[in-house]
């Protein structure tokens, strides 16, 4: 579903990114860890085509990013949702607004807004907040949302780049366990993250990124760095 070969990314003389192979197949739950600028975010933001490489590809679904043409790459980040630590939502609209709004983006109707939008913030908890502003929500109910927004379109991948970096442990398992259930549904789930204790209770294969390298690749890692 997602391939590197040899990527290397170099910015002002910096290597990033350094000869990065990997694959990712449809339905796996895979974290990258490492240390703060490993490279992880420099990863999901190539995954996200958002980056491109300095040399080497990044294939999604066998279509290398950087030679899609403006409407296949639109249609390739369409199948990807992303979630930030910094929840990336719009302070002045509602919980339905925040999450309506994606869909009005890619052009669905209002029936289809209402019936859907309510769907999915109840599916994660925020079903009672709808009307709720985010600076009246807490931070894990913040995220949340911020997870209702990657998933509302249906997509074939999550990326998440350190989802609980602003979380108190009780809502960074609040919003991995969310991840969990979002894989278990056959989704594939991308985790790029520091926290020691979630990837340890994961038990799912594990990346690990030194310097813009990758130093193991395990199946049931553990984070050992
Ligand atoms: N646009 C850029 N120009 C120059 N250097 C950059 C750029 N973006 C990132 N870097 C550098 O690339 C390296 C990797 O950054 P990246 O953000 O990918 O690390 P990270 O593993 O996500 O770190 P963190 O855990 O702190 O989020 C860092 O040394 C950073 O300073
Ligand atoms: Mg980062």
Redesign the pocket.
Known sequence: MIQFNNVTKI??D?V?LDSVSFEIKEGEFVSFV???????????KMILGLEKPTSGEVLFNGINFSEADPTALQDMRRKIGGIYQDYKLLPKRTVFENVAYIMQVEGKDNEEIEAEVPKVLEAIGLGEKLNSFPDELSGGEQQRLAVARALVNHPDIIIA??PTGNLDPYNAYEVISILQKINQSGKTVIL?T?DREIINKLGKRVIT?EK?KIIRDEAEGRFII
């Open positions: 910015c002002n910096d990033i490492g240390k703060s600028g490993a490279g992880k975010t420099t990863l999901v780049d350190e790029a520091h990124l813009g």
